[in-house]
């Protein structure tokens, strides 16, 4: 067998045991180059993969390369000599540098009449960053909910010029960070590089601009001053939906940037395949890395409620961070929501007023609709997918990933253990599955609480987090 096929036997085992995400995103670019003796040499765009890949999927490498080559496999890891874009060669790329110079002109040293920045009497185009110095790498608390994301935005914050991720576009839902992420990208690259143009724009005040530019027959100004920036960061390009004509020159402009090796780094609420935009576009979205942020497990929640509650300056005991976090589960600016109006009852209130459980509930009450509810199946549920950092969907899921199944079992057992729900209407909460599999679910729970101490430690964590649900207190540091 060659290189191709003992590769795309790896291949096959590897996409049944890591997620379709994380497939595409770490998987699908690497190319198999050489085989020799029993030594398999796969291509990969650049260091953060080979450092993501020894990291995170260093076990299922090896026992897909164990399974298609022998005990004796090895792998060895070459980093593509391009600047990391990849696909040498692709037709895709070669129609966009096309295009860019058809419908684009040249970067023209002067900003032209009618282009939103210009100001008067000053000869080439000052590129105001718009950034706000408020976010940056520092403030930004890490977890695994982000940390690609994360390390991807440090990487082209570091080397711009060079990003191996052109585009990187981070998306995840609202309120986790893809704005402060962005800012931070441009806030460090102004720091190290100051003589780089780095300018922060949303797709509606891009919108915005193009509509006045076509108003005033200067779009083409536009797109020249345009041309004129280093790193460009646009936020919440799920706004180019239903927008042809935004489309169309962001199309231009993002290929006669790309083709200048100027970094373009966007921020989306949705992942790009499920972006609406034109085809063309999409996939050159889709050429560079595409990060997502999910909501952070509660440990993370509350690094981020300490570090903003540090920089307010206000006390909170550790039972009431907990117990907030717990709550505030799907949006960290509620999460600061939180703590702004506990700040503020705390000064209406007086220097007296601690910040305690009872004045924690009355706040969250404008933010949660079920705070100190009984334990039902779905707090159960929630508890124990936000522990293991999965979607609640993916317990009613048929996958048989590893790290689901054992969630989905545990969540069985708990709400066994917790509710009245019988057998047979927990089989159906969990996707319909029959009252044997619960039975063999909570069996197989209690028998790994017996012979493993992880499982039975990550049991009374998550009881300690029911618990912690309805009141009761944290031994959590804070
Ligand atoms: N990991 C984190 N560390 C520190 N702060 C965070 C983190 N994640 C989010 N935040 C904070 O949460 C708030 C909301 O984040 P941000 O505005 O970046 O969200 P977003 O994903 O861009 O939301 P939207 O989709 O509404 O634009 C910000 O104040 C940000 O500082």
Not at 130 to 158: P, Q
Request: aromatic fraction near 8%.
């Amino acid at each position: 067998m060659d290189h191709t096929s003992i590769w795309n036997n790896c291949l096959q085992n590897i996409r049944q045991n890591v997620d379709p995400q994380s497939f595409q995103t770490w998987f699908a670019p690497i190319r198999p180059v050489a085989l020799q003796q029993n030594e398999l040499t796969i291509q990969i765009p650049n260091r953060l993969f080979y450092e993501w890949l020894e990291e995170h999927y260093v076990d299922v490498l090896k026992s897909s390369l164990q399974q298609a080559l022998g005990t004796t496999g090895r792998l060895q890891y070459r980093i593509s000599p391009s600047r990391g874009e990849g696909r040498s060669g692709a037709p895709a790329q070669n129609g966009a540098a096309k295009s860019g110079n058809k419908n684009t002109s040249a970067p023209g040293p002067r900003p032209a009449p009618g282009n939103p920045f210009v100001i008067p009497g000053v000869t080439r185009p000052r590129i105001p960053s718009n950034l706000d110095t408020r976010y940056t790498f520092d403030n930004f608390i890490e977890g695994d909910c982000n940390s690609l994301a994360r390390n991807a935005a440090k990487a082209v914050a570091d080397n711009p010029a060079n990003t191996a991720f052109n585009p990187l576009v981070i998306h995840g839902n609202v309120g986790l960070g893809k704005t402060h992420l962005l800012q931070a990208i441009g806030n460090h690259i102004t720091q190290k590089f100051p003589n780089k143009a780095v300018l922060y724009v949303s797709t509606d005040t891009f919108t915005n601009q193009l509509v006045s530019s076509i108003g005033s027959n200067t779009t083409n100004d536009l797109v020249n001053w345009y041309q004129n920036v280093d790193v460009l960061l646009v936020d919440d390009i799920q706004q180019l939906v239903k927008r042809k004509k935004t489309q169309d020159v962001f199309f231009n402009l993002f290929n006669v940037l790309r083709q200048n090796n100027k970094a373009v780094v966007m921020t989306c609420d949705r992942p790009i395949i499920e972006l609406d935009i034109e085809e063309r576009l999409r996939s050159r979205f889709q050429w560079g890395l595409s990060a997502d942020l999910s909501m952070p497990a509660l440990e993370t929640r509350m690094a981020i409620l300490k570090s903003k509650a540090d920089s307010t300056a206000v006390d909170i005991p550790a039972n009431v961070a907990e117990f907030i976090c717990f709550h505030i589960q799907h949006n960290i600016r509620q999460l600061e929501g939180v703590l702004n109006n506990l700040v503020l009852h705390k000064g209406v209130l007086g220097d007296g007023q601690e910040i305690d459980l009872k004045l924690a509930k009355e706040v969250l009450k404008n933010f949660v609709t079920e705070i100190n509810k009984e334990v039902t199946p779905d707090v159960i549920q929630r508890t124990v997918a936000d522990y293991y950092n999965l979607e609640v969907e993916n317990l009613a899921s048929a996958t048989r990933r590893r790290q689901v199944v054992l969630a989905r079992q545990i969540s069985m057992f708990l709400v066994k253990q917790y509710t009245e729900e019988s057998l047979k209407s927990i089989g159906r909460m969990f996707g319909g599955r029959d009252h044997s599999t619960v039975l063999y679910s909570i069996k197989t729970v209690k028998d790994l609480m017996e012979t493993n101490d992880e499982i039975r430690k990550s049991l009374s964590e998550l009881e300690r987090k029911i618990r912690i649900g309805r009141g009761e207190g944290s031994d959590m540091d804070f």
